[in-house]
């Protein structure tokens, strides 16, 4: 059974910085998944934030370009967020998925989420 865990959230004041990370279990061969990183504010629709793929290629949301990060470790079955230069438009629930497209079926896995607040 896959999982995907989100930790890491937490309240930071603006300027701050936090590190995301995503344990994925039960899936074999993770490094040949893509991993991405969105958020969910309140009102809003999930959007992405990051992704990295098993090559290792990253595209980010244009909001975040320059301060967030998304690297993975395939030993630990890893992928993290590095968030710097924190504002409070980036408060929102952060979730991770797990992604791959095998023999033309397309699978996907997603964390429960981890809540990000950015406020003084």
């Known amino acids: 059974q896959v999982q995907v865990v989100e930790s890491g959230g937490d309240l930071v004041q603006p300027g701050g910085s936090l590190r995301l990370s995503c344990a994925a279990s039960?899936?074999?061969?993770?490094?040949?998944?893509?991993m991405g990183w969105y958020r969910q504010a309140p009102g809003k629709q999930r959007e992405l934030v990051a992704q990295?793929?098993?090559?290792?290629?990253?595209n980010y949301a244009d909001s975040v370009e320059g301060r967030f990060t998304i690297s993975r470790d395939n030993a630990k079955n890893t992928a993290y967020l590095q968030m710097n230069g924190l504002n409070p438009g980036d408060t929102a629930v952060y979730y991770c998925?797990?992604?791959?497209?095998?023999?033309?079926?397309?699978?996907?896995?997603w964390g429960q989420g981890t809540q990000v607040t950015v406020s003084s």
């Open positions: 039960g899936i074999i061969f993770f490094r040949f998944w893509t």
């Open positions: 998925s797990a992604e791959r497209v095998q023999m033309g079926r397309e699978y996907k896995y």
């Open positions: 990295i793929t098993s090559s290792g290629s990253t």
